[in-house]
């Protein structure tokens, strides 16, 4: 059974950095491409950043990029999410997840991830 663990939140300025780790156990980490997931009160789920199995190719939703950075290192099964300046807007709930499916390429919807983590909260005062 795969196992996602996150941590690096917490309560942050606008224009503040905060990391945020994401440890998998359970299956092979660099078969499978991952995503940091977030979700807002009242908002829907929503895909930040999702990366390849090898970390060659990545993705970011146009809020964040240029302040989001997802990387992984494989040899330590873990992902992360480098955050820069934040904003009040990146309060939310914020979850690891590992694709379904062994793949070379990233996945942007939530359908296409089979393991979940706990979630970890950031939030970003103005």
């Known amino acids: 059974q795969v196992q996602l663990v996150e941590s690096g939140g917490g309560l942050v300025q606008a224009g503040g950095s905060l990391r945020l780790s994401c440890v998998a156990s359970?299956?092979?980490?660099?078969?499978?491409?991952m995503a940091w997931f977030r979700q807002a009160p009242g908002k829907e789920r929503e895909v930040v950043a999702a990366?390849?199995?090898?970390?060659?190719?990545?993705y970011y939703a146009d809020s964040v990029k240029g302040r989001f950075t997802i990387s992984r290192d494989n040899a330590k099964n873990t992902v992360y999410l480098q955050m820069s300046s934040l904003k009040p807007e990146d309060t939310a709930v914020y979850y690891c997840?590992?694709?379904?499916?062994?793949?070379?390429?990233?996945?942007?919807?939530?359908?296409?991830?089979?393991?979940w983590g706990q979630g970890t909260q950031v939030t970003v005062s103005s």
């Open positions: 997840a590992s694709a379904s499916y062994s793949s070379t390429r990233y996945y942007t919807k939530s359908g296409s991830y089979d393991a």
């Open positions: 359970g299956r092979t980490f660099s078969d499978y491409g």
């Open positions: 990366i390849g199995r090898s970390g060659g190719s990545t």
